[in-house]
């Protein structure tokens, strides 16, 4: 079983900045992905999760138009932890973000989600 913990979420003002942090355990094998996706309020279903920003193995990195130039992502092969960096924030950027493992086993994993919110 494969366990991902966040921590970091909480209230911002606009232009503030958070940082989030998630470690993966339990049976993993080759891990190829790390990433954050974000469901903005109203939005309920696990399909309409949007991607924010994703690190492969090697290092390559992706991220959402919106967030470009804005937020971090980053990665720590050992501890199998990813964490991002979000600078800048908007409250447009409020919602509940998940962390998303990606291995060869398991293929897809999620941790429980944390809040995020940036008043104005």
């Known amino acids: 079983q494969v366990q991902l913990v966040e921590t970091g979420g909480g209230l911002v003002q606009a232009g503030g900045s958070l940082r989030l942090s998630c470690t993966a355990s339990?049976?993993?094998?080759?891990?190829?992905?790390m990433g954050w996706y974000r469901q903005a309020p109203g939005k309920g279903r696990e399909e309409r999760r949007d991607l924010v920003a994703s690190i492969g193995s090697s290092g390559t990195t992706t991220y959402a138009d919106s967030v470009k130039g804005r937020f971090t992502i980053s990665r720590d092969n050992a501890k199998n932890t990813v964490y991002l960096q979000m600078n800048s924030l908007k409250p447009e950027d409020t919602a509940v973000y998940y962390c998303?493992?990606?291995?060869?086993?398991?293929?897809?994993?999620w941790g429980q989600g944390t809040q995020v919110t940036v008043s104005s």
């Open positions: 998303n493992l990606r291995a060869l086993i398991p293929k897809s994993s």
């Open positions: 339990g049976s993993i094998v080759v891990v190829n992905a």
